[in-house]
């Protein structure tokens, strides 16, 4: 049984990594026809990504992509394309700086608060979705996208002086959330590490737990796997996709928590935008899997962060954008081609060990003869 | 079955051989490997190809159409070797083939079917006159009466077969491969395609006709290839064995029987439907009006040509479809109830599709044995999947329902179709339900997983289980069940008694064209099938079976009334009497 999974998990990691191969191969020949070297970009990218200063951004900048990503992950297991996380998030960082902003409270309670209200604001958001497509059949990749919209208008109607704005210098913002609602983060000498960086690893945690240990996540997978299968199992999967898109919202909701209450304390133009997208692509790259999902934030981070660098060596820093899109297009591609390489050989192994075994029944459990 | 409809022709072993395999070998991830495999076809014969489900028929048609190319041997047409790349070598050297499962546009024409990539063009367009003109010479010499006009999806499934062989004769086969053909038809349709193939052979054609039906292939065939576990066992002429020795070929062994020894029919019913209505999307009901009661230790069997309302049946049964009437399980009404309260109160479930609808394929087997029971013991545990016990009952299951696999952690896909269905049915089986709704069990199973899972289902049944089995295969519902129903158009239809009725009986009644077929030339009962004795049984002794509308059915099938008593006298009155004399309809049908 060991053999079998560090064979599996070889496998797992065989996608990401060609992918990743591939991407640098692109990269490299995109500087070489540019007329950069290669190793001279890749180099100061690994100097300055690892530099103490940096690597405390890149901590802080993965934990809003992965709960992004999870968010995105919850509804892929199930099927469902959630490109609404980027509208959820916004909504749901803006209403909850609002009420952070409103309120006086005990430290404790003031942040539990803000985070609820974040947390109910990015459900219902989503949730929307979800009733639409069970109620009316609308698919909830075109709902989503246009409660994007939805929610950039309704964020951009609010974040007016005459409503719940403040004007602060250049910038409008809400107002800002005082001290007993901020969270304390982990100071080092190079930077604070967000303190709800551990939000992130709490969602990674749950997430795991939620999806393969318990009935509710037993039945949103094999909804995602086969629908026909599930409902003749009886699951409800008008009340799946609801939940699931609930679900998602909420991890949604808290994408912008960690900035929020470690640093900005207010939701303001400036706010991060896009971070939904990203967590798309990190959930692809990191194959909804927890840990995996992790890393992929962890990569997609470090890339943002020492792309900073590139522009002082006179190279454009777009290449990590080029990067990045063919670490997405090259992932989907692998994943496909390891997934049906590995059933095949599954089933040929399968085959091969009861020709072995001869005609005669004995399972593997044995124990029959 | 049929006399000798088709006879042996006696040039047989001096054609000259049309189709030579010699040493085919074909390696294949998961499925039995054909290993060298000979056979050789003669020119203007019927030359079946039988074995069980999985032995390497398939995968040697699709050789032999180019759809595959073996990894060692040699394929000789008409004694030039070739070496096919595709299909369209294998059209070219004129060999077409009849997939089990047709490959029609419903929405296009018959002509417009035929012709499809094989188009005539006049100028820019589509020469119809031409094309048509060819489909009625065709028809015409082959009998095949196809004609070129109507659209696919009004024919039939008879029909649809020949416009299929038509469309093999108008790209100028000269060997046709008939994979499987007589699954999808019902005993009358079989006459007319077996009747289709000795015009086809009378013409110099050959064919090469691939079943696990004996008795269909004693009476067609000229020559028999036997193949077990991917390899030729031998060829042997109809004249020099019986069905049953040509059985012991195929499986290598004892043979197993659907039979069900002894009742144990109890007077408790644990199923009771009643005025189940099902609409499709357009309002027409496809399950009409249907009632059945099933009892504690009771199988009552569905047949019916598929596509008449089984599998809504099913759907409406367990909750996954809803309609109008009700559902009982126990004296307990769930017609409100979603599959999954269904599922809690006992009702178990092996569907049609496994693959669609039974499985997780891409999850390992330990998960699949959750599915279905995911609020049961010793799955769960409070909201929780205890995964130990689950894998330990999959284990259960892989032993006592003998599903091999080397291990519990394979992905369900990696199984083949047998053990998938061994898998579904212990899963099923387990935690004792009260009713199995089980949509065709057997089906696409080898011979060894059939005669298990007909055990495990006479296992339940003695210790009273009530089963309701929809099943394509007639010779199992006949051996299964204490009652069978008749379901033709969404409605039940006619009633039987399984002890007496006959296949071709059944056949009769469900397509519901009993008296002018049964009396069509061809079908003259051997001496063994002549029922004897009153075989007419009017309903069971508690079952009520309706519907509103009777169509006479054929002989020994008694077409149920609108009232819950067969004896109607006053609206039916002349039509059939209760109970109808067993040979009243034989020749005249039940309007006499």
């Known amino acids: ?369 | 079955m049929t006399d000798q409809q088709v006879a042996p022709s006696p040039t047989t072993s001096a054609a000259p051989a049309a189709v030579s395999l010699r040493g085919i070998t074909k390696r294949f991830p998961g499925v039995v490997a054909n290993r060298d495999v000979s056979l050789t076809v003669r020119r203007g014969t019927v030359h079946a190809v039988v074995g069980e489900n999985g032995a390497g028929k398939s995968t040697l048609m699709k050789i032999l159409y180019g759809m595959q190319r073996p990894d060692e041997g040699s394929i000789e047409i008409d004694g030039a070797l070739v070496d096919f790349h595709s299909p369209a070598h294998a059209i070219a050297a004129g060999i077409g083939m009849v997939h089990q499962h047709f490959k029609l546009a419903d929405n296009l024409t018959v002509l417009e079917n035929v012709v499809l990539g094989s188009e005539p063009i006049r100028g820019l367009t589509l020469d119809r006159d031409a094309a048509s003109a060819r489909i009625r010479d065709l028809s015409d010499r082959y009998g095949l009466d196809v004609r070129p006009d109507p659209l696919v999806e009004r024919l039939g499934v008879g029909q649809r077969q020949r416009v299929e062989i038509l469309k093999v004769l108008y790209r100028g086969a000269r060997i046709i491969i008939l994979d499987e053909p007589t699954a999808v038809l019902v005993p009358q349709e079989v006459e007319e395609l077996f009747g289709a193939l000795a015009e086809l052979k009378a013409e110099g054609l050959t064919v090469v006709f691939i079943s696990h039906k004996l008795d269909e292939v004693l009476d067609v065939a000229d020559e028999i290839t036997v193949i077990r576990r991917g390899t030729t066992v031998t060829t042997v002429l109809p004249s020099q064995v019986t069905p049953r020795k040509l059985a012991e070929l195929m499986v290598g062994s004892e043979l197993p029987s659907p039979e069900t020894r002894e009742s144990t029919v109890t007077d408790r019913a644990v199923l009771e439907v009643a005025g189940l209505t099902v609409r499709d999307a357009d309002g027409r009901a496809v399950v009409d009006d249907v009632s059945l009661t099933i009892h504690a230790g009771e199988v009552l069997g569905i047949a019916g040509v598929e596509g008449n309302g089984q599998a809504e049946l099913v759907e409406a049964v367990m909750g996954i479809r809803h309609g109008e009437g009700q559902v009982m399980l126990q004296g307990e009404d769930v017609t409100r109830l979603g599959t999954r309260a269904r599922r809690d109160l006992g009702m178990a479930f092996v569907p049609e599709d496994r693959t669609r609808q039974g499985l997780l394929l891409e999850a390992p087997l330990w998960e699949n044995r959750a599915l279905g029971h995911q609020t049961k013991a010793p799955v769960v545990r409070g909201p929780l999947i205890d995964r130990r016990a689950a894998r330990a009952d999959t284990e259960r299951i892989v032993r006592e329902y003998d599903v091999r696999t080397p291990s519990i952690d394979v992905t369900a896909s990696a199984l083949s179709g047998g053990n998938q269905q061994k898998l579904i049915v212990g899963r099923e089986m387990s935690g004792q339900p009260k009713v199995l709704v089980a949509a065709h069990p057997t089906r696409g199973v080898d011979v060894g997983a059939q005669a298990a899972i007909w055990d495990q289902l006479r296992r339940a049944r003695a210790e009273g289980l009530a089963v309701l089995l929809i099943s394509a295969d007639l010779d199992e519902l006949i051996g299964l069940s204490d009652a069978l129903r008749v379901i033709l158009r969404g409605r039940l239809v006619a009633s039987a008694d399984p002890a007496t009725v006959t296949p071709e009986e059944l056949g009769s009644a469900m397509t519901g064209a009993g008296p002018e077929t049964t009396a069509g030339p061809g079908t003259t009962a051997g001496p063994d099938t002549t029922p004897t004795g009153p075989d007419a049984t009017p309903t069971g002794p508690d079952t009520t079976p309706t519907g509103p509308d009777t169509t006479p059915t054929g002989p020994d099938v008694t077409p149920t009334g609108p009232d819950t008593t067969p004896t109607g006298p006053d609206a039916h009155t002349g039509r059939h009497a209760a109970p109808p004399p067993a040979d009243s309809s034989r020749d005249s049908g039940s309007e006499a």
């Open chain 1, 1 to 369: 049984m060991a053999g079998w999974d560090v064979r599996r998990i070889g496998l797992g990691l065989a996608a990401p990594l060609l992918a990743l191969v591939v991407a640098v191969g692109l990269s490299s020949a995109v500087l070489l026809i540019a007329g950069h070297d290669p190793g001279t970009a890749f180099s100061a990218m690994a100097d300055f990504g690892t530099q103490p200063g940096s690597m405390v951004q890149i901590v802080n900048r993965s934990s809003a992509y992965y709960l992004s990503a999870i968010a995105v992950a919850i509804g892929f297991r199930m099927n469902l394309f959630n490109i609404g996380v980027d509208g959820q998030y916004q909504l749901a960082a803006m209403l909850a700086a609002v009420v952070g902003g409103a309120v006086h409270l005990p430290p404790v309670l003031h942040v539990g608060l803000i985070i609820l209200v974040a947390v109910l604001v990015g459900a219902s958001w989503a949730a929307v979705a979800g009733v639409l497509k069970v109620t009316r059949g609308v698919s909830e990749v075109i709902s989503t996208i246009m409660l994007n919209f939805l929610a950039t208008g309704v964020v951009a109607y609010l974040l007016t002086p005459q409503r719940f704005a403040i004007l602060q210098g250049n910038n409008i913002s809400t107002k800002p959330i005082p001290a007993s609602g901020h969270v304390p983060g982990f100071t080092t000498d190079n930077g604070t590490v967000y303190g709800l960086v551990l939000i992130a690893v709490l969602i990674g945690v749950g997430y795991w737990f939620l999806l393969g240990r318990t009935r509710f996540g037993f039945d949103l997978r094999a909804t995602g796997q086969s629908e026909p299968a599930a409902v003749a199992s009886g699951v409800n999967v008008r009340r799946m996709v609801v939940a699931a898109m609930v679900l998602s919202g909420a991890v949604a909701g808290l994408v912008g928590m960690p900035q929020l209450l470690g640093a900005s304390y207010s939701y303001s133009l400036d706010f991060p935008a896009g971070l939904g997208f990203t967590g798309i692509a990190i959930a692809l790259l990191g194959r909804n899997h927890p840990l995996g999902v992790g890393f992929a934030a962890l990569l997609w981070s470090f890339l943002d962060q020492s792309a900073l660098i590139l522009d002082i060596n006179d190279i454009p820093k777009e290449i990590v954008t080029i990067m990045q899109g063919t670490i997405v297009l090259a992932v989907v591609v692998a994943y496909e081609v390891v997934r049906r390489w590995r059933l095949a050989s599954e089933q040929r192994r399968v085959a091969a060990e009861l020709r072995e075994s001869g005609p005669a029944p004995v399972p593997a459990g044995g124990g029959v003869s």
